[in-house]
C-alpha cells in the first residue's frame, strides 16, 4: 500500500510569488490535514479537508488555503509568500471520521528568499 | 496559546537505560492522546497512544503514562536503542468546532548514545 505522497519535496521561491503544494493521502483515507513546521514551534495546524470539505481550521491568515478533490488528493496555496512561511509543510491522511492514528507524508520544504 | 506543551527541547539517554519524554497540556477536553517519532527528511511517524479513560498503554518497549490530574502524560522507552534516537512529538485530539482536531507539542530530541 502506497504512503502519502508530496509534491515537490524542495521549493524555493521569493517574496510576493505564491505557491501551490500538493498530497496525495493514502488510498481509501478521506481526511486530509495540513501542518507547517517550524523550528521551536512543532507542527501547528493549518486545515483540515475531508470530502473535499474543510472541516477544520488552524489560526493562519486567508494567505493559506487550500482544497481536495474527489479522489481525495489535497493541494494547498500560500499567496504573496513572506519570509516567515519558509517551513516544512506536512500533510497526513486518516481514513476520516475519528482522527486517531494519522499518516504523514515527508513533507514539502519551502523556502522563501 | 501552546495547549501541549514539551519543554525539554532535548534529551541525551545511555544505550540500554530508560528514556522518559514529557508532555503537559492546558486542555482538560482533549480525549485522546499519540506520540509521534520524527527522523530527520521523513515526515513523523505514530508510535502509541492512550485514550483519556486509560491511564496507561504498553506496547513492546514503549509504554505512554497518562496522568489527567496532573494534565501530563509520558513516553518511556526500555530499553533505549540507537536507532530510537529521533524528535518525538506529542499529540493530543479535541473538538473544534464541532471536529476534531490534533494538537502537537514542539517535540523533543531524543539522543541515544552507543
Known amino acids: 500500500k502506497a504512503g502519502v505522497t508530496q509534491t515537490p519535496r524542495y521549493l524555493i521561491k521569493t517574496r510576493g510569488q505564491q505557491v501551490t503544494l500538493s498530497c496525495s493521502p493514502i488510498?481509501?483515507?478521506?481526511?486530509v490535514s495540513w501542518y507547517q513546521q517550524t523550528p521551536g514551534q512543532g507542527l501547528q495546524f493549518l486545515f483540515e479537508?475531508?470530502?473535499?470539505?474543510?472541516?477544520n481550521k488552524g489560526n493562519f491568515p486567508g494567505r493559506f488555503s487550500g482544497r481536495q478533490f474527489s479522489n481525495s488528493r489535497s493541494e494547498m496555496n500560500v499567496s504573496t509568500l513572506e519570509l516567515g512561511d519558509s517551513a516544512l509543510y506536512l500533510c497526513?491522511?486518516?481514513?476520516?471520521?475519528?482522527?486517531?492514528?494519522?499518516?504523514f507524508g515527508p513533507g514539502t520544504r519551502l523556502t522563501v528568499l | 496559546d501552546q495547549q501541549v506543551k514539551q519543554n525539554s527541547p532535548s534529551l541525551s539517554v545511555q544505550e540500554g537505560r530508560i528514556s522518559i519524554l514529557n508532555c503537559d497540556y492546558t486542555?482538560?477536553?482533549?480525549?485522546?492522546f499519540l506520540w509521534y517519532k520524527k527522523y530527520p527528511a521523513e515526515g513523523p511517524t505514530f508510535l502509541i497512544s492512550?485514550?483519556?479513560?486509560?491511564d496507561k498503554n504498553e506496547d513492546g518497549r514503549f509504554t505512554v503514562f497518562l496522568n489527567k490530574s496532573a494534565k501530563h502524560l509520558s513516553l518511556h522507552i526500555v530499553p533505549s536503542q540507537p536507532g530510537d534516537s529521533a524528535v518525538y512529538f506529542c499529540?493530543?485530539?479535541?473538538?473544534?468546532?464541532?471536529?476534531?482536531?490534533?494538537?502537537f507539542g514542539t517535540g523533543t530530541k531524543l539522543q541515544v548514545i552507543p
Open positions: 497526513a491522511s486518516s481514513l476520516g471520521g475519528s482522527i486517531n492514528e494519522q499518516f
Open positions: 488510498s481509501g483515507h478521506r481526511s
Open positions: 486542555n482538560s477536553m482533549f480525549d485522546y
Open positions: 492512550i485514550s483519556s479513560i486509560k
Open positions: 499529540a493530543a485530539r479535541g473538538n473544534s468546532g464541532g471536529y476534531q482536531k490534533v494538537t
Open positions: 479537508y475531508f470530502s473535499e470539505t474543510q472541516r
